[in-house]
């Protein structure tokens, strides 16, 4: 693109998007301020840097030192959730050693992009492979995640053949952020559901130019691709997810509530077991809060930087997380407040949590029938990590997809698979969708 | 003991400086003599803390508009600017300190925690004595208005036989009683410690009263039947005869059998378990909730988004927001930001969550209390407990009356019909 445009999205984003455009203007690239008056097609797709102004990281690190704390918790372990020393220690550091800008810098050495699809900008990151034939494929974040969860695996699924892997495995990749969440817009009114962010990617991948690809998601990533493949959005050829909806009725029944059924196996009966056992530990409080009131649970994680940090870290798929101690293992201390950080400056608390209360008819994102899986007949396929909130067995995941192309068990990593497993995760991909690649 | 609460110790110490009396030395004679001692007890919150919480209030970053039009996100941005604006300007926390240190305040240390509570004696002769205790999101500020009534009840239209001393306690972790620095603070345990507070009072025939938690630690009180101990009255009665319960927890349509009025106690229960997920998390990560403890607004937002029949929030506190004054006690917004403040004040958000996290049994299920028990069923309460499910999770029911005003607050929004309950309540149980 050779002209970069700016317009009125919400206030937040405007701010940061003034100063990428003074960042730019003075680095020579474009005049964005003139381009505000030119009408710019509703399809535009627009260049996009961050630059977030020095006073806002000035305001956190204030914010940060005057955090009032509430009392130590009664309990020696984390099942009262995060606790106040390892949030201290974590909160000491983001105020004061803590640099956004080497992620913002990271995020900008990348092209990134803003277009408006029904309404509301989505920003997104777009990597062309160097190699021909390269299988396009999108890749959506959940909650608590952003893209800043798939930074690692861009160069992976990008460049193969400098990680392991061969040219004919190379993707062409495009990592949107969710409506409300990062840098795209905040929806103002309702019904941005799963199904309607399905729609509005395969809009993406349309204006992108793609006409055959793939897409792939974990978390919230998961029922957003699936509704992609049951909407059979124009020139999708499969989907890969790492949180599949598995559970079938007697089992969601039990789950409930009701009687375990008979006949499970070993294997089965093991993750009903866990999944009661993760209910009961109540690891779906902070699912079923957001759910119901995101606006209540908003003001605190809007409000204080730390209230946000724990609000983040409350998701099960930080249950292990070292908070940066295992200085070896991904995500790093930097890693989860790149992205804690990205929710703060971009006041995404709030506008990020409306994605359950926008789910919430359909229910449990783990179970087949509520997910409706059935409807899905293109091919699907499934990497499981190990460490996830829920282990799905093969044979639930036969059931529920009935053109499963691929499953398969990994022996590590969890929740934030990309992130905490980037090149096994990226291995995974080129394996699962290279029976789809068109030959050429 | 263990030494207080940073808050609270900041407090206390500029009670001492005030020369109310010195806590300092009775901390040292504490070591030596242990805490049964009942401590005279004043608020005076430092000015700094007063005006750091309006500095907190006017730097508030606020989160975008909810994207519906009613409250069916949450406590609305617009309910929550204006309530802000007036916080930090023209709030008075003052006027209600001074209220509560016009009463009698006193601090004994119970099982290893400072118990903050009110004992207001009454000059009638035989008046009963009874323990109030509140819930969340509440504190002893919602039973200011019901003191004067219940203890001075002749100014009231009632007689000087309807006469109550009066003991109101700071639940552990809430309000000025000590938040517990390790587990095991539950209804059970707080049951028997208002039971040895009764007997170091020297009462030894009394009543106690609650609802919301207060509800859970009388029925407990009930269970333990201490000494002395002659009746409860609650106000959220736990009466779900466990096949019912056992649907409810599921979310099945109601059990065959049932009554028009179980029915609706029923479809009623059904719709708070849809309203309760505040419950959920504090019940499982209280330690989670640091915005409460570090943000004023989301401490406000998050106490005020509890139920009652009406509404979430509670329609009773969502036209208190709109109430600035009141001829007949009914509730107003100062009262709510005075209980909001008493929160913020003593940083007590995530230590009164807590109380979710130690109690690990059922909600409205009847627990076999086999003392007398009384019940006065508010028709704004969650559910409207039928005389029937009543009957039968209390045998010893003396008293069981429904009431044309009130909600899940009663004593807050309707003190005088609420202390004309209590005194109907337990009038059989006086001594002539």
Do not use: C
């Amino acid at each position: 693109m050779d002209t970069i445009r700016t317009e009125d999205i919400d206030h937040d984003r405007r701010r940061l998007l003034g100063a990428a455009a003074k960042g730019i203007v003075a680095a020579g690239a474009a005049s964005l301020l003139p381009a505000q008056s030119v009408a710019a097609p509703d399809d535009a797709i627009r260049p996009f840097r961050i630059n977030v102004p020095e006073a806002d990281l000035v305001d956190l690190r204030r914010r940060i030192i005057a955090t009032r704390w509430p009392d130590r918790e009664t309990v020696n372990d984390r099942s009262q959730g995060t606790p106040l020393a390892k949030l201290q220690e974590l909160v000491r550091y983001w105020g004061t050693d803590y640099d956004w800008r080497k992620v913002e810098a990271t995020l900008n050495a990348l092209p990134q992009f803003v277009t408006t699809i029904d309404d509301v900008d989505i920003h997104f990151i777009h990597v062309r492979s160097n190699h021909p034939n390269a299988l396009p494929v999108i890749v959506t974040h959940g909650w608590p995640g952003s893209v800043i969860e798939q930074l690692k695996i861009i160069d992976p699924l990008t460049n193969p053949t400098a990680h392991g892997g061969r040219a004919e495995d190379a993707f062409d990749v495009v990592v949107p952020s969710l409506p409300g969440y990062g840098f795209s817009g905040k929806p103002t009114g309702t019904g941005w559901d799963p199904d309607h962010i399905a729609r509005a990617w395969a809009e993406l991948m349309k204006r992108l130019g793609y006409t055959r690809y793939v897409a792939q998601g974990g978390d919230w990533g998961t029922p957003i691709s699936s509704a992609m493949a049951r909407q059979r959005a124009a020139g999708l050829l499969g989907i890969h997810i790492n949180l599949p909806a598995t559970v079938p009725p007697e089992v969601a029944a039990a789950l409930a509530g009701g009687p375990v059924p008979a006949g499970l196996s070993d294997k089965e009966r093991a993750v009903v077991e866990a999944l009661m056992i993760s209910g009961k530990n109540g690891n779906l409080a902070y699912f079923t809060m957001m759910t119901a009131r995101p606006q209540t649970v908003g003001y605190g994680a809007t409000d204080s930087p730390a209230g946000l940090a724990a609000w983040v870290l409350v998701h099960p798929g930080f249950a292990e997380w070292s908070y940066g101690d295992d200085t070896g293992k991904s995500p790093t201390r930097d890693d989860v407040l790149d992205n804690i950080t990205l929710y703060w400056l971009t006041n995404t608390a709030t506008s990020a949590a409306r994605l359950y209360w926008e789910n919430g008819a359909r229910g449990s994102v783990i179970v087949a029938a509520a997910q409706r899986t059935a409807e899905i007949a293109l091919p699907v396929a499934i990497t499981v990590f190990p460490e996830d909130v829920y282990r799905p067995p093969e044979t639930w995941a036969r059931r529920a997809y009935r053109n499963l192309i691929y499953f398969n068990e990994v022996n590590k990593g969890g929740h934030f698979a990309a992130w905490e497993q980037p090149e096994l995760f990226s291995a995974e991909l080129r394996a699962a969708f290279r029976s789809l690649r068109p030959t050429h | 003991m263990s030494a207080p609460s940073q808050t609270r110790r900041d407090v206390l110490a500029t009670t001492a400086a005030a020369g109310a009396v010195s806590l300092l030395n009775q901390q040292t004679s504490d070591a030596v003599e242990g805490n049964s001692t009942i401590r005279p007890f004043r608020i005076d919150v430092p000015e700094e803390k007063l005006s750091d919480l309006r500095r907190r209030i006017a730097a508030t970053q606020w989160p975008e508009k909810e994207t519906v039009e009613d409250t069916s996100q949450g406590v609305q941005l617009r309910t929550m600017q204006s309530l802000a604006r007036y916080w930090a300007t023209d709030h008075d926390w003052r006027k209600v300190e001074a209220k509560l240190n016009a009463l009698p305040q006193f601090i004994t240390e119970i099982d290893g925690l400072d118990i903050h509570f009110f004992h207001v004696r009454s000059k009638h002769d035989n008046a009963l004595p009874l323990i109030v205790t509140h819930g969340w999101p509440g504190s002893v500020i919602e039973q200011l208005k019901i003191i004067d009534p219940l203890t001075n009840p002749t100014a009231y239209g009632a007689s000087a036989s309807d006469a109550f001393h009066l003991v109101i306690p700071s639940m552990p972790g809430y309000g000025f009683s000590g938040k517990p620095t390790s587990t095991g603070w539950g209804p059970e345990r707080m049951g028997r410690a208002w039971a040895e507070l009764m007997k170091r009072l020297g009462y030894a025939r009394y009543v106690a009263q609650g609802g919301d938690w207060g509800a859970f630690v009388v029925d407990q009180m009930g269970l333990q039947a201490p000494a002395g101990l002659l009746a409860i009255h609650t106000n959220m009665p736990a009466t779900v005869p466990a096949d019912v319960d056992k649907a409810l927890q599921v979310g099945a349509p109601p059990p065959s059998g049932l009554s028009a009025e179980e029915r609706r106690a029923y479809e009623d229960l059904i719709k708070t378990f849809k309203q309760v997920d505040y419950a959920r998390i504090m019940g499982s990560r209280p330690q989670t909730l640091y915005g409460i403890a570090d943000s004023p607004v989301g401490l406000a937002a998050w106490l005020l988004d509890h139920n009652d029949a009406d509404g979430q929030p509670a329609a009773a506190v969502a036209s208190a927001l709109n109430r600035t004054t009141s001829a007949t006690g009914e509730l107003t917004r100062d009262e709510i930001l005075d209980n909001i403040t008493l929160y913020w004040l003593t940083n007590t958000g995530v230590s009164a969550s807590r109380l979710y996290w130690e109690y690990k049994g059922g909600f409205f299920n009847a627990k076999s209390v086999s003392i007398p028990v009384a019940v006065s069923v508010f028709p704004g309460e969650q559910y409207q407990a039928p005389r029937s499910w009543t009957e039968r999770a209390y045998p010893k029911l003396i008293y069981y009356n429904k009431v044309d005003e009130g909600g899940h607050f009663a004593a807050w929004e309707q003190p005088e019909l609420f202390s004309a309950e209590l005194r109907a309540a337990f009038r059989p149980l006086r001594q002539p």
